[in-house]
C-alpha cells in the first residue's frame, strides 16, 4: 500500500471534492470521525469526512490531555478495557512519538481503603503483567516503565507540597500524555490524506439521499459560502459526538440510546507545577473524586469535574458554583496550594456519554448503531465513543461492522507509516522563533494557511498551534496573521470562481 497524495490537507475545496465518488462519508471531525477516516483510508477506502466546524473543535479539544492505559480499570476487574487501553496507548506512542510521549503518575496513600501501599503492590504487579507487550516496537525514549510503591520520604521530596497527615508512601505508573490533542488530529488527517482521503471543514450534513433503500449520497452545505453540494458514497457514518443524535434525527431517526450527555471540564492553572510527575489527588474524606494534575506548557492542567448535564450541546460549560468547587476540591486535596479563581487560565469544557440520562456517570462502552437493523436506511451508521484513547479501536470495530473483510491491521503491511510531521518539534515556541527569524515565522504560518484548510484565526491559533496560549506572542502577531489570512481567503474565493466557470 503505498501513499496516494501530498501529506498536506490541501486548499479547502468542498465544491471539487464533491465531484468525486467515495466508499464512505464520515460526519464530524472530532477524534471519533478523524480515526475512522485514516482507519479507513489506511485500509484502501476512499473516506471523505465532513466537519460543521473546525477539526478538533469540541469535546476532543478539551481532554485532559492523558493517553490512559487502563490502570484505574483494575478497581473494577475490567480487564477486557485494560487491555485494550494497553493496546491503543501503545499504538498512539508508536505511531505519534513526536506528539506523544510517557507520563510519571503519583498517587499519595494514606493507608485508608484501597489507597493502602500493600493493596497499590499487588495492583501494581497485576497491571505490569496484563501490559507485558506494551513496550513493542516502540522507541526506547517512549517505552512504559514498570510501577513501583515509593515510601513517605520519597513521596514528600518528589511532591513536597503533599498532605502529610498519616501519609503511608505513594504509587508510581505511567501513562501517556499528548502534547496536543488537536495537533494531533490535524497530523493524522494529514496521514489519512497520504493515502487519498479527504477532510473538509466548515461543511454541514444536511439531507441523505437513499434510492432503494440504500444510501446514495450526503447532502451538505458549505458554511462559508452557502452553497449546496452533494456527495456519493453507499455509506455514511455520523461521528458527531455531541450532535450525534441530532444528525442521526436528520439523517433517519433519534436515537435516544446514542449519547446520553454528561459534562465534563478541565482547568488550567497559572501556578508552576506541583511535581514533574502528574499527581493524582483527592479530599481526605469518604467517597471523594480523584483528580490529575500533570504539568503542561509549563502550567497544570488539572481535572476531570463530572456533572449531570441537561443543557445544549453549544451551552456547555460548567457553573460558577461548579468551578469553585472544584478549586475547593484541589485545596483539600492539597491543603497548602491555596487557588483562587484568578489562577485559572482557562477551562476546556465539553460533553461525554453517561451510562444513565441525567447523571455524570460515564458510559463504559461505545454504540455502533446500524440504522438498517432498526427499519433505517442499509448503509447508515451512528458512532458515539467514550473515549479519546480508544477512538481507533473503535473505528476499527466500526470498519469491521461495515465491512467484516477490513479486519487486517494495517500496521504489517508494507508502506503505512506516518508521514514526517507538518511542524518541529518545538513549534509551541513560536514566540523565540518569531524573535529570531520573522520571515521564517511568517513563512510558516502561510504554509500552515496553504495545507492544513485554515479558514478563521482560531483554527490557526487554537487548533494548528497552540498558540493562543502563548504569553510571549508579539503583539503584532494578530495583525499580519489577518493579513495572511485575507489573503488566503481571496485565493480561495478565485479557486471558487473557477470551479463554478468550469
Excluded at 506541583?274 to 480523584?290: D, M, W
Aim: net charge positive.
Amino acid at each position: 500500500m503505498t501513499a496516494a497524495g501530498t501529506t498536506g490537507l490541501g486548499v479547502r475545496a468542498p465544491r471539487e471534492a464533491a465531484g468525486r465518488a467515495y466508499d464512505l462519508v464520515v460526519v464530524g471531525g472530532g477524534v471519533q470521525g478523524v480515526m475512522l477516516t485514516l482507519e479507513a483510508a489506511r485500509r484502501g477506502l476512499r473516506p471523505v469526512l465532513l466537519e460543521r466546524g473546525d477539526f478538533g473543535g469540541a469535546t476532543s479539544a478539551n481532554s485532559l490531555r492523558i493517553v490512559h492505559g487502563g490502570f484505574r480499570y483494575l478497581q473494577s476487574l475490567d480487564l477486557p478495557r485494560v487491555r485494550e487501553s494497553v493496546g491503543e496507548r501503545r499504538w498512539f506512542l508508536r505511531h505519534f512519538p513526536d506528539l506523544v510521549q510517557p507520563l510519571r503518575c503519583l498517587m499519595p496513600l494514606y493507608g485508608e481503603g484501597l489507597r493502602r501501599p500493600r493493596v497499590l503492590r499487588a495492583a501494581l504487579a497485576l497491571n505490569d503483567a496484563l501490559s507485558r507487550g506494551r513496550n513493542r516496537n516502540l522507541r526506547a525514549d517512549r517505552a512504559i516503565p514498570a510501577g513501583e510503591v515509593l515510601d513517605a520520604g520519597q513521596v514528600i521530596e518528589e511532591f513536597p507540597l503533599v498532605d502529610r497527615t498519616r501519609l503511608a508512601g505513594g504509587a508510581v505508573w505511567y501513562d501517556a500524555v499528548m502534547r496536543d490533542p488537536q495537533r494531533l488530529l490535524v497530523e493524522a488527517l494529514r496521514w489519512a490524506h497520504s493515502f487519498g482521503a479527504v477532510a473538509l471543514n466548515y461543511v454541514e450534513a444536511g439531507r441523505l439521499v437513499v434510492r432503494d433503500g440504500r444510501v446514495a449520497a450526503l447532502q451538505v452545505v458549505d458554511r462559508e459560502t452557502g452553497e449546496r453540494l452533494e456527495f456519493r458514497a453507499p455509506v455514511v457514518v455520523n461521528c458527531a459526538g455531541p450532535w450525534s443524535r441530532e444528525v442521526a434525527r436528520r439523517l433517519d431517526r433519534d436515537l435516544p440510546a446514542l449519547f446520553q450527555p454528561s459534562l465534563a471540564f478541565n482547568v488550567l492553572l497559572d501556578r508552576a507545577p506541583l511535581s514533574a510527575s502528574a499527581l493524582a489527588v483527592a479530599p481526605r474524606e469518604p467517597g471523594a473524586r480523584t483528580y490529575f494534575m500533570h504539568p503542561w506548557r509549563g502550567r497544570v492542567l488539572a481535572g476531570t469535574f463530572h456533572a449531570p448535564w441537561s443543557g445544549g450541546v453549544r451551552d456547555a460549560a460548567p457553573t460558577p458554583a461548579q468551578l469553585a468547587a472544584f478549586l475547593a476540591d484541589l485545596n483539600a486535596a492539597v491543603p497548602d496550594w491555596g487557588l483562587r479563581e484568578r489562577d485559572v487560565v482557562r477551562v476546556y469544557a465539553g460533553l461525554l456519554p453517561a451510562a444513565t440520562p441525567g447523571t455524570d456517570r460515564l458510559a463504559a462502552r461505545e454504540t455502533i448503531h446500524d440504522h438498517a437493523r432498526h427499519g433505517g436506511p442499509r448503509g447508515l451508521y451512528s458512532v458515539s465513543g467514550v473515549k479519546f484513547t480508544t477512538a481507533r479501536l473503535v473505528a476499527e470495530k466500526t470498519l469491521r461492522a461495515i465491512r467484516p473483510g477490513l479486519s487486517r491491521d494495517p500496521d504489517v503491511l508494507a508502506g503505512t507509516e506516518r508521514p514526517v510531521a507538518a511542524l518541529p518539534p518545538d513549534y509551541g515556541r513560536f514566540a523565540e522563533l518569531w524573535r529570531a527569524d520573522p520571515d521564517a515565522a511568517a513563512a510558516l504560518i502561510a504554509r500552515l494557511v496553504r495545507e492544513e484548510a485554515v479558514v478563521r484565526m482560531e483554527d490557526l491559533v487554537e487548533r494548528r498551534t497552540g498558540w493562543a496560549l502563548d504569553p510571549a506572542a508579539p503583539p503584532d502577531l494578530p495583525a499580519r496573521l489577518e493579513a495572511l489570512l485575507a489573503t488566503a481567503a481571496r485565493r480561495r474565493a478565485a479557486h471558487d470562481l473557477a470551479g463554478r466557470a468550469s
